[in-house]
């Protein structure tokens, strides 16, 4: 009988209809494939049983976030080579689930059933939250706000670096991390038009960099909103220390429960990718509502590209059970629409895809730098999901499959006078 290595290949090329492009190596040490390319490393039958009780993505995810199922070699060569087998499946290709349907794929299946053993399903890895049945109430969203960001103040100082900026950086050829971060806020205050004595609400605000920076820098008055406990006792801590609790307030809250408008300004950065399609423009609406005539938002947002078909488009398994519950991307022009429709002008559309590759690819840099520790800080399923996450996101975004765009609008008022700079890369 063949080694496990080699039925497991034969399998997985028949299933896929495709050559394996990696190299297998399982539990008996039995190794098939190409000699140079990345090494799949399918450490017992556990990993093959989750596979088969979820075919698919979550299937693997599941097999990834518990150990079961590894990869040894450059981790981006891997995801390459496989990314168009398993993850990114061009429209009206065969998914694992339609390959079934063939004959001789169940006939591999089966050949699969031997081999996993068993037939129990492995209980899920306790990192996998349950999707929600209805998708951004506030209580939903509150509990998915809180599985993402509430992992430990800790481990994220690991990833994010000092800066503690948890989005797109805006890059120099010679720029570090923290000064690329640092260059993003300065380029979203510009956009602002923030000068001293202004009001800036910063939805979303994280671990308070945004609202510091605009403070300290811009002179300017600003309440930060985040429904993260975790993040928000952070935050005010870094006010406290920076010495501006007169003028910086971090509350938890529901930015659909934000009543003191007025503001000048609105900065929403990485935040809007939580509103979901259904309550896109009530997001829209409430924020245009808050803001007085003539003041600016600036909306930094993740896309996707559009489909042929929209009302085809779900959410990634992995991202929707491990990394963001009920997040959702839009095609840039779906956002551009909605602000419209909820009254905006839209001034500018400034895309960054490639700088959040190269911040990507330095957050993976930093979580590998400190792996042992981040595994003690939180799990090492965590660790793992979030090393998986970040690199296959990069790629994503160099490859155009995602992309992340700042969008200024501006409530204009009446007498259409937006405030506006005539020429539009003139900040001011």
Known sequence: MADAASRLRSVAEQVLGAPLPVRLRAWDGSQAGPPDAPTLVVRNRRALRRMLFKPGELGMARAWVSGDLDIEGDLYSALAAMSGLIWERDEGGRTLAQALRDPGVRAAVREL??????????????????????????H????????????????YEIVLGPSMVYSCAYWEDDSTLETAQRDKLELVCAKLGLTP????????????????????????SVVGVTLSQEQAAYARKRVADEGLTDRVEIRVQDYRDVRDGPYDAISSIGMAEHVGAERYLEYARSLYGLLKPGGRLLNHQIARRPQRDESAYDVDDFIDAYVFPDGELAPIGTTVTQLERAGFEVRDVESIREHYARTLRRWVLNLEGDW???????????????????AASALAFEHNR??????????????????????TRTWS
């Not at 520790?373 to 979030?386: E, I, K, N, Q």
């Open 113 to 138: 059933l031997r081999l996993a053993g068993p037939p129990l399903p492995p209980a899920p890895p306790r990192e996998e939250m349950r999707r929600h049945r209805h998708l951004h109430t506030r």
């Open 140 to 155: 939903s969203d509150k509990q998915a706000i809180s599985h993402h960001y509430d992992v430990g103040n800790d481990f």
């Open 197 to 220: 004595g202004r009001r800036l609400l910063d939805v979303g605000c994280g671990w308070g960099s945004m609202a510091i920076h605009a403070a300290r820098e811009h002179g300017v």
């Open 372 to 390: 042992a520790r981040a595994m003690r800080l939180t799990s090492p399923g965590r660790a793992r999901v979030w090393r998986l996450y970040m």
């Open 402 to 423: 995602i992309g992340v765009n700042q969008v200024l609008a501006v409530r204009t008022p009446e007498s259409g006078a937006s405030g506006l700079p005539l020429r």
